[in-house]
Antibody, heavy 117, light 106 residues
Framework: EVQLVESGGGLVQSGGSLRLSCAASGFTFNIFEMNWVRQAPGKGLEWLSYIDGSGSTTYYADSVKGRVTISRDNAKNSLYLQMASLRAEDTAVYFC??????????WGKGTTVIVSS | DIQMTQSPSTLSASVGDRVTITCRASQTISSQLAWYQQKPGKAPKLLIYKASSLESGVPSRFSGSGSGTEFTLTVSSLQPDDFATYFCQQYSSFWTFGQGTKVEIK
């Protein structure tokens, strides 16, 4: 079964840092592009970051550029999002998403980040 | 940046109704559009990609159409499991989602 399982969310103070992880299983991880998408409470979906299969190409949304770093470890079938200088507006559920040819076809259940001011 | 605008924001319908949701892109995106269904507390689920291609396992009552800047998602006969929020998304230039359409019980 194709599966993505996020972890690493939690309560963090404003200005703090957090590292989210995503464990992939059931597919050949290293050939798939991956993304992080978030959803603030009661709000819509916001794309945050992209990484290609090899990890050599990354993109970021303007809202998080300079504050987050996406990475992957293909040997561990894992995706990561390092977040720094967190703000109250970063409070959201963070989803790990598989995206072959840019189509977001498999989503994890999400991990919740709460930034307290 | 490409902006995506969905309408309506909320739609009240009954089981068996035909419902249509519209999505407009701020610039042409060819057919690089997907539709997702999301239920409370759950992750989004891919329904349609490339504007009109049905994802494997998705019921055939769901269909998508359009190209360029105007797109629609249609549910031919609404079922109880279909009451949810629907999002469109462009993937022509990075990724942008519409604000969502909540389909609620009339």
């Amino acid at each position: 079964e194709v599966q993505l399982v996020e972890s690493g969310g939690g309560l963090v103070q404003s200005g703090g840092s957090l590292r989210l992880s995503c464990a992939a299983s059931g597919f050949t991880f290293n050939i798939f592009e991956m993304n992080w998408v978030r959803q603030a409470p009661g709000k819509g979906l916001e794309w945050l970051s992209y990484i290609d299969g090899s990890g050599s190409t990354t993109y970021y949304a303007d809202s998080v550029k300079g504050r987050v770093t996406i990475s992957r470890d293909n040997a561990k079938n894992s995706l990561y999002l390092q977040m720094a200088s967190l703000r109250a507006e970063d409070t959201a559920v963070y989803f790990c998403v598989r995206a072959p040819q840019s189509v977001m076809d498999v989503w994890g259940k999400g991990t919740t980040v709460i930034v307290s001011s | 940046d490409i902006q995506m605008t969905q309408s309506p924001s909320t739609l009240s319908a009954s089981v068996g109704d035909r419902v249509t949701i519209t999505c407009r892109a701020s610039q042409t995106i060819s057919s690089q559009l997907a539709w997702y269904q999301q239920k409370p507390g759950k992750a989004p689920k891919l329904l349609i990609y490339k504007a009109s291609s049905l994802e494997s396992g998705v019921p055939s009552r769901f269909s998508g159409s359009g190209s360029g800047t105007e797109f629609t998602l249609t549910v031919s006969s609404l079922q109880p499991d279909d009451f949810a929020t629907y999002f469109c998304q462009q993937y022509s230039s990075f990724w942008t989602f519409g604000q969502g359409t909540k389909v609620e019980i009339k």
